[in-house]
T-cell receptor
Framework: EPEVTQTPSHQVTQMGQEVILRCVPI?????FYWYRQILGQKVEFLVS????????KSEIFDDQFSVERPDGSNFTLKIRSTKLEDSAMYFC????????????FGDGTRLSIL | GIQVEQSPPDLILQEGANSTLRCNFS?????LQWFHQNPWGQLINLFY???GTKQNGRLSATTVATERYSLLYISSSQTTDSGVYFC??????????FGKGTTLSVSS
């Protein structure tokens, strides 16, 4: 069964540095999402992306964050000038077109800011 | 905003016991998914069930969309069932909203 792939599985970064989290969605999917889960809390929506532009974003997704689909297979989340509170598990998800379809999640990237 | 309420928040079971997890949501639904988050943090998709009933081995799920609730039933629980179970709500094309989860601990 096709999977959403995320790399790296764990990223450790110094506060103030930039990080790029990478995702390879399922190949025929056209809707892409990022979610975040701070340790011990529920999963929260960050942003959705379709047709090379952001279609929806949450209050969390401020100017510190950006997303990009640099080629036909990757979908990235960039966090500029990381803060301690950015430490979390970040999940990528994708969905196919055609009415109501489930979102498929990757295994997540655990981001630790020191 | 949309409310997704899960109960109970915590559940402790002996191996072999059955359990029912409940999810209430405050608005109509097109996308209802159940996930199991394992100890490594991975979200394992259990069911996509915007309506009706599905079964997969020892697990089954039912969503009654008109009454805005969904149930996840675990039979003959095993220690590997331990983890957090999330109910996730969505409408067509929108972001998913996760409940706070039910933390299940199964002891041998």
């Amino acid at each position: 069964e096709p999977e959403v792939t995320q790399t790296p599985s764990h990223q450790v970064t110094q506060m103030g540095q930039e990080v790029i989290l990478r995702c390879v969605p399922i190949s025929n999917h056209l809707y892409f999402y990022w979610y975040r889960q701070i340790l011990g809390q529920k999963v929260e929506f960050l942003v959705s992306f379709y047709n090379n532009e952001i279609s929806e974003k949450s209050e969390i997704f401020d100017d510190q964050f950006s997303v990009e689909r640099p080629d036909g297979s990757n979908f990235t989340l960039k966090i500029r000038s990381t803060k301690l509170e950015d430490s979390a598990m970040y999940f990528c998800a994708s969905r196919s077109t055609g009415g109501n379809q489930p979102q498929h999640f990757g295994d997540g990237t655990r981001l630790s800011i020191l | 905003g949309i409310q997704v309420e899960q109960s109970p928040p915590d559940l402790i079971l002996q191996e072999g016991a059955n359990s029912t997890l409940r999810c209430n949501f405050s608005d109509s639904v097109n996308n209802l998914q159940w996930f199991h988050q394992n100890p490594w943090g991975q979200l394992i998709n259990l069911f996509y069930i915007p309506s009706g009933t599905k079964q997969n081995g020892r697990l089954s799920a039912t969503t009654v969309a008109t009454e805005r609730y969904s149930l996840l039933y675990i039979s003959s629980s095993q220690t590997t069932d331990s983890g957090v179970y999330f109910c996730v709500w969505g409408q067509a094309g929108t972001a998913l909203i996760f409940g706070k989860g039910t933390t299940l601990s199964v002891s041998s």
